[in-house]
């Protein structure tokens, strides 16, 4: 069965501290309402996903992630990975049976934490350079690393992206 054959089943964005759901409404895939189904103190909140709906597409993928980032406002989140769809809610409930304990201990270690992506843009020729002296052998007649990169110009030239780290 592919995910575009998939006929009334839960689509899950995320597993919330909270058993009892969001107050403001929120509309996930296809315009369909996102809700909680509690389990003991935790959540998880998904949505009905129909019939012959395409969940594989940009759109879909868009949504996921506004869906997570409203619920990362209120609550304490653990994202559900992208297309995670369970048959019906007896096997949704029995997965959070499974693995109560480890989302438990997951949210207390994420609890009062935000999620940042980084991209680092560094000079090629700079972070090769660096990578090369840090795992030369020692006793090979060059300065000491910290004066080998006292006079070393890291910064990068005009129009290209750099950083010093020193």
Same mark, same amino acid.
């Given at each position: 069965?592919?995910?575009?054959?998939? %006929?009334?089943?839960?689509?899950?964005?995320?597993?919330? +501290?909270?058993? /009892?759901?969001?107050?403001?409404? &929120?509309?996930? =895939?296809?315009?369909? /309402? !996102?809700?909680?189904?509690?389990?003991?103190?935790?959540?998880?909140? !998904?949505? +009905? &996903?129909?019939? $012959?709906?395409?969940?594989?597409?940009?759109? /879909?993928?868009?949504? $996921?992630?506004?869906?997570?980032?409203?619920?990362?406002?209120?609550?304490?989140?653990?994202?559900?990975? =992208?297309?995670?769809?369970? /048959?019906?809610?007896?096997?949704? =409930?029995?997965? @959070?049976?499974? $693995?109560?304990? +480890?989302?438990?201990?997951? @949210?207390?270690?994420?609890?009062? #934490?935000?999620?940042?992506?980084? #991209?680092?843009?560094?000079?090629?020729?700079?972070?090769?350079?660096?990578?090369?002296?840090? $795992?030369?052998?020692?006793?090979?007649? &060059?300065?000491?690393?910290?004066?080998?990169?006292?006079?070393?110009?890291?910064? %990068?030239?005009?129009?290209?992206?750099?950083?010093?780290? @020193?």
């Amino acid at each position: 069965m592919t995910l575009t054959e998939i %006929a009334l089943k839960l689509y899950a964005y995320a597993i919330i +501290d909270s058993n /009892s759901g969001t107050e403001e409404p &929120l509309i996930g =895939l296809d315009g369909v /309402s !996102v809700y909680t189904i509690p389990y003991r103190g935790i959540g998880i909140v !998904v949505s +009905d &996903l129909e019939a $012959h709906f395409e969940i594989k597409t940009e759109e /879909s993928i868009l949504k $996921h992630e506004e869906v997570v980032e409203a619920l990362m406002e209120k609550f304490t989140v653990l994202p559900m990975r =992208l297309y995670t769809v369970f /048959s019906g809610k007896e096997e949704m =409930l029995l997965k @959070m049976k499974d $693995h109560y304990e +480890d989302f438990i201990k997951n @949210m207390d270690r994420v609890y009062n #934490k935000c999620e940042f992506g980084i #991209k680092v843009i560094w000079a090629g020729n700079v972070i090769k350079k660096r990578i090369a002296i840090a $795992h030369k052998p020692k006793g090979n007649g &060059l300065a000491s690393d910290s004066q080998s990169h006292k006079n070393e110009n890291v910064s %990068a030239q005009p129009g290209q992206s750099g950083t010093k780290f @020193m």
